[in-house]
T-cell receptor, first 112, second 115 residues
Framework: GQQLNQSPQSMFIQEGEDVSMNCTSSSIFNTWLWYKQDPGEGPVLLIALYKAGELTSNGRLTAQFGITRKDSFLNISASIPSDVGIYFCAGQLRDYGQNFVFGPGTRLSVLP | EAGVVQSPRYKIIEKKQPVAFWCNPISGHNTLYWYRQNLGQGPELLIRYENEEAVDDSQLPKDRFSAERLKGVDSTLKIQPAELGDSAVYLC?????????????FGPGTRLTVL
């Protein structure tokens, strides 16, 4: 099946630092969603992207829909302890109807 | 507005036993998804409903898994009999089918442990 790659797989940063993570594929996507999942909870939607090149912010989070339509990026500025969790990207393939494919996640740890 | 509701939150059973999970989507959302999430991985789609119709069940192991959404609102996912490899978190999500927006919202999940 279709696969999404996320990098880095995990990262440790100091509180206050900025974070960048990305999601890539060899397939073309119509929509990108970014989620955060805390332990024992379901994924929570952070940002949705619908157009190539689109740049969207949600507080300290900024995400971009790659121009090639095969990738997306998520940036977190001035990280805080509550940013800890697993960040998933999900892409809706151009010819795949309403289904989304999820990446394996990026695990973020914030050190005080 | 209430989010996606799932129950139970946790379930521990012995192998070969049956188990069922329940999901109530966000009010008005006509699309409902069941996902399975193994430890350290992203969610994987099991089945998607549009109203009461299962429009994609290609990833559902039909020998032991079944699902229903009889009135196009809440849904039940069943496993019978459960196997050790079924231990995972089962997530339900819903969305409002639209040509413009396809945002999926997840419930808290049911963590299944098969002993």
């Amino acid at each position: 099946g279709q696969q999404l790659n996320q990098s880095p797989q995990s990262m440790f940063i100091q509180e206050g630092e900025d974070v960048s993570m990305n999601c890539t594929s060899s397939s073309i996507f119509n929509t990108w969603l970014w989620y955060k999942q805390d332990p024992g909870e379901g994924p929570v939607l952070l940002i949705a992207l619908y157009k190539a090149g689109e740049l969207t912010s949600n507080g300290r989070l900024t995400a971009q829909f790659g121009i090639t339509r095969k990738d997306s990026f998520l940036n977190i500025s001035a990280s805080i302890p509550s940013d800890v969790g697993i960040y998933f990207c999900a892409g809706q393939l151009r010819d795949y109807g309403q289904n989304f494919v999820f990446g394996p996640g990026t695990r973020l740890s914030v050190l005080p | 507005e209430a989010g996606v509701v799932q129950s139970p939150r946790y379930k521990i059973i012995e192998k070969k036993q049956p188990v069922a999970f329940w999901c109530n989507p966000i009010s008005g959302h006509n699309t409902l998804y069941w996902y399975r999430q193994n430890l350290g991985q992203g969610p994987e789609l099991l089945i998607r409903y549009e109203n009461e119709e299962a429009v994609d069940d290609s990833q559902l192991p039909k020998d032991r898994f079944s699902a229903e959404r009889l009135k196009g609102v809440d849904s039940t996912l069943k496993i019978q009999p459960a196997e050790l490899g079924d231990s995972a978190v089962y997530l339900c999500a819903s969305s409002l089918r639209s040509s413009a927006y396809n945002e999926q919202f997840f419930g808290p999940g049911t963590r299944l442990t098969v002993l």
